[in-house]
């Protein structure tokens, strides 16, 4: 406590991405920060002072690199840290089981490290268990003794890619220790740097849930307005101005908007990790399960729609050009994982002549190992007979993009965001992810 209190702490981040990265920086403010990562691509990459994610920016590597912060591959450097947080993925296997292979990686190499008095913090979303679980076991086999030696944590990452308001510095913090010592000490530290409110729970298990709780709650409403857009387009209903009339009640109504799909590493993932925790304590899943369904099916169903639109157009669906724009898994920014956009591109190849996607921020992406190079402006991309538009990038949302597939060839619009006024593109068959039509 003292160190943290003296900013004398030394941080130690395992898992340079998405998460952890922004997470360093954030430290750095305050504390001297060790980041570990085994590709040896990253940490060349930050030792020369260049970010490869969006929410890091050059401007602020060059102000801690060899100063606050320091890369390396070398596993020996995080025996100088008190603290050591991972932040590596939590991906699925085949079969949609978690794949638990990078956290026990990860601490495996922490363990052949461990000194006496480190605490270990895990920020990867995971199920219930997985701390106590999983990684105690492994930590221990160094012949430290959870609790005496070394002090185990778990504090859920809370970062929205892209998003320029609520960063890892600024976002509430949610704290859960092996015993109080630990929670209060990690919270001090966290309280620290960020701006927020840094929220102490009982135990680590709770600050688990807490966090695969938040992804379920999403994941379910997600999945239900996606149900509703296909039942009220059958029925003629605008789903969007439905959700509008809603949200004027002021209690107990929260918005969520239908799609083309749900992306990132986040809500197609998290909640299948609780799935399974549950499934091996007996009990069943089904709101989770089925949510996972609807939102996989909406790739398809976009399919299915520009299918439709390019016929209505009296294109030859055989011979059509399709352009989906946006490759990314969210608006203004380039990360593509998990994106439905991926989804959409397979589940059309076999219909129509040729695909292309345009995206601002993304160049290339590679589905069922086919290398697609995105088109070079919206110019390009509008040389076609149907779009689909899946992200709702600014670049598309700003009022010009009707006057432009107004100049081009497009013959039939799927908006899968609610993106474009249909009323301004007369003679183009026009259809939406819940217009009702």
């Given at each position: 406590?003292?160190?943290?209190?003296?900013?004398k702490?030394?941080?130690?981040?395992?898992?340079?991405?998405y998460v952890?990265?922004?997470?360093?920086?954030?430290?750095t403010?305050?504390?001297?920060?060790?980041?570990?990562?085994?590709?040896?691509?990253?940490?060349?990459?930050?030792?020369?002072?260049?970010?490869?994610?969006?929410?890091?920016?050059?401007?602020?590597?060059?102000?801690?690199?060899?100063?606050?912060?320091?890369?390396?591959?070398?596993?020996?450097?995080?025996?100088?840290?008190?603290?050591?947080?991972?932040?590596?993925?939590?991906?699925?296997?085949?079969?949609?089981?978690?794949?638990?292979a990078p956290?026990?990686?990860?601490?495996?190499?922490?363990?052949?490290?461990?000194?006496h008095?480190?605490?270990?913090?895990?920020?990867?979303?995971?199920?219930?268990?997985?701390?106590?679980?999983?990684m105690?076991?492994?930590?221990?086999?160094?012949?430290?003794?959870?609790?005496k030696?070394?002090?185990?944590?778990?504090?859920?990452?809370?970062?929205?890619?892209?998003?320029k308001?609520?960063?890892?510095?600024?976002?509430?913090?949610?704290?859960?220790?092996?015993?109080?010592?630990?929670?209060?000490?990690?919270?001090?530290?966290?309280?620290?740097?960020?701006?927020?409110?840094?929220?102490?729970?009982?135990?680590?298990?709770?600050?688990e849930?807490?966090?695969?709780?938040?992804?379920?709650?999403?994941?379910?409403?997600?999945?239900l307005?996606?149900?509703?857009s296909?039942?009220?387009?059958?029925?003629?209903?605008?789903?969007?101005?439905?959700?509008?009339?809603?949200?004027?009640?002021?209690?107990?109504?929260l918005?969520?908007?239908?799609?083309?799909?749900?992306?990132?590493?986040?809500?197609?993932?998290?909640?299948?990790?609780?799935?399974?925790?549950?499934?091996?304590?007996?009990?069943?899943?089904?709101?989770?399960?089925?949510?996972?369904?609807?939102?996989?099916?909406?790739?398809?169903?976009?399919?299915?729609?520009?299918?439709?639109?390019?016929?209505?157009s009296?294109?030859?669906?055989?011979?059509?050009?399709?352009?989906?724009?946006?490759?990314?898994?969210?608006?203004?920014?380039?990360?593509?994982?998990?994106?439905?956009?991926y989804?959409?591109?397979?589940?059309?190849?076999?219909?129509?002549?040729?695909?292309?996607?345009?995206d601002?921020?993304?160049?290339?992406?590679?589905?069922?190992?086919i290398?697609?190079?995105?088109?070079?402006?919206?110019?390009?991309?509008?040389?076609?007979?149907?779009?689909?538009?899946?992200?709702?990038?600014?670049?598309?949302?700003?009022?010009?993009?009707?006057?432009?597939?107004?100049?081009?060839s497009?013959?039939?619009?799927?908006?899968?965001?609610?993106?474009?006024?249909?009323?301004?593109?007369?003679?183009?068959?026009v259809?939406?992810?819940?217009?009702?039509?």
């Open positions: 406590m003292e160190k943290i209190h003296n900013n702490a030394v941080i130690g981040i395992v898992g340079l991405g952890g990265l922004p997470l360093a920086i954030c430290f403010q305050q504390f001297t920060v060790i980041g570990y990562d085994i590709s040896k691509k990253k940490i060349a990459s930050l030792s020369k002072g260049m970010s490869y994610i969006n929410d890091v920016t050059n401007i602020e590597l060059e102000k801690c690199i060899g100063k606050t912060l320091y890369p390396t591959n070398n596993r020996n450097d995080l025996k100088k840290c008190n603290f050591i947080m991972i932040a590596v993925p939590t991906p699925l296997t085949q079969d949609k089981k978690p794949d638990l956290i026990v990686s990860a601490t495996k190499d922490i363990a052949a490290v461990l000194q008095g480190q605490t270990i913090i895990l920020e990867s979303t995971t199920y219930p268990g997985t701390v106590e679980e999983v105690k076991p492994i930590l221990e086999e160094s012949g430290l003794i959870a609790g030696d070394f002090y185990l944590a778990y504090s859920p990452e809370r970062i929205d890619p892209g998003n308001s609520h960063t890892v510095c600024n976002t509430p913090k949610i704290v859960g220790g092996m015993n109080d010592a630990t929670t209060n000490k990690v919270a001090a530290l966290y309280q620290t740097v960020i701006k927020a409110p840094v929220v102490s729970v009982s135990n680590i298990k709770t600050a849930a807490t966090k695969i709780f938040e992804n379920v709650f999403r994941a379910v409403n997600i999945a307005v996606n149900e509703l296909i039942v009220f387009d059958n029925m003629g209903i605008n789903t969007w101005e439905v959700i509008k009339a809603a949200s004027t009640k002021p209690i107990g109504f918005a969520h908007y239908p799609g083309v799909g749900v992306g990132g590493h986040c809500i197609p993932v998290d909640p299948y990790y609780l799935s399974y925790k549950a499934r091996k304590i007996g009990h069943l899943t089904r709101f989770i399960e089925l949510a996972g369904e609807i939102n996989k099916y909406m790739p398809i169903h976009t399919v299915h729609l520009a299918l439709d639109a390019i016929s209505k009296n294109v030859n669906i055989g011979n059509a050009t399709v352009t989906v724009f946006g490759a990314s898994y969210k608006p203004n920014t380039s990360d593509t994982r998990d994106s439905p956009s989804d959409i591109i397979q589940y059309l190849k076999g219909y129509v002549g040729n695909i292309q996607f345009y601002p921020y993304v160049k290339e992406i590679e589905v069922d190992g290398v697609y190079k995105g088109c070079a402006s919206i110019k390009e991309a509008l040389n076609c007979d149907c779009i689909i538009l899946a992200v709702a990038h600014d670049k598309f949302t700003d009022g010009t993009l009707e006057d432009m597939i107004l100049s081009s497009v013959q039939a619009v799927v908006d899968g965001k609610n993106m474009i006024n249909k009323k301004k593109l007369p003679g183009i068959t259809i939406g992810i819940g217009d009702g039509i």
